[in-house]
């Protein structure tokens, strides 16, 4: 996805885009010149991801390297042939996950990818400053989504278990990420870069 910067973050939120992954960069230019007439945006989100649970031993190296691609290829060349489009004071989020702070077991290779990514983020941050370029990582903790197959929302039994573990009693909403996503978008997160900000309702504190 990318975004353009705007005054409050409700108008960040609607200027959020998605861009399919065929031809990338074409898409990207097409669109932000049908929706803004221009050539360049302001904030990159990695966001595009898929999810599986499977055991470590079980875990194929057909499955490892879509995971890689996915996750952590993608999120690599994508950024760096969009990088000349990118404005000066905007930034890129990299969306990752909880699991690379507390294991849970079956999510070794998606974690690991992700992983990779939040170590990816600080080497942008030190590298892509003096483009004026801020970039950080947001990870979610359970969110009630689409994503593996919705495993949470179509199991009680797992949402509610997962609801547990944090202090808040529930797992968390699209709009509970979203909104820090654009928060991080806005010019009152101008001063925060190469940070990893965990948004998970403190699950497992």
Request: with cysteine; glycine share 10%.
């Amino acid at each position: 996805m990318v975004a353009s910067r705007r005054p409050s973050l409700e108008s960040t939120r609607k200027s959020v885009i998605e861009i399919t992954a065929t031809g990338m960069e074409a898409a990207v230019i097409t669109r932000l010149k049908t929706t803004w007439d221009a050539t360049s945006f302001d904030f990159l989100i990695n966001n595009a991801g898929m999810g599986a649970t499977v055991p470590f031993e079980q875990v194929s190296e057909e499955l490892f390297d879509e995971f890689l691609n996915v996750h952590y290829k993608g999120v690599f060349f994508l950024t760096q042939k969009l990088l000349p489009h990118l404005n000066p004071g905007g930034g890129i989020v990299n969306i990752s996950s909880g699991t690379t702070r507390f294991a849970n077991p079956g999510y070794s290779v998606y974690a690991s990818m992700k992983g990779a990514t939040e170590i990816l983020t600080k080497y942008w941050a030190k590298e892509l400053g003096g483009k004026g370029l801020r970039c950080n990582v947001v990870a979610p903790g359970p969110v009630e989504t689409d994503f593996n197959n919705a495993a949470i929302r179509s199991n009680p039994q797992m949402k509610e278990r997962l609801a547990s573990l944090s202090p808040l009693n529930r797992v968390g909403s699209a709009g509970d990420i979203g909104g820090v996503v654009a928060f991080l978008c806005t010019d009152e997160a101008g001063w925060i870069n190469g940070q990893r900000i965990e948004v998970s309702g403190g699950i497992n504190v």
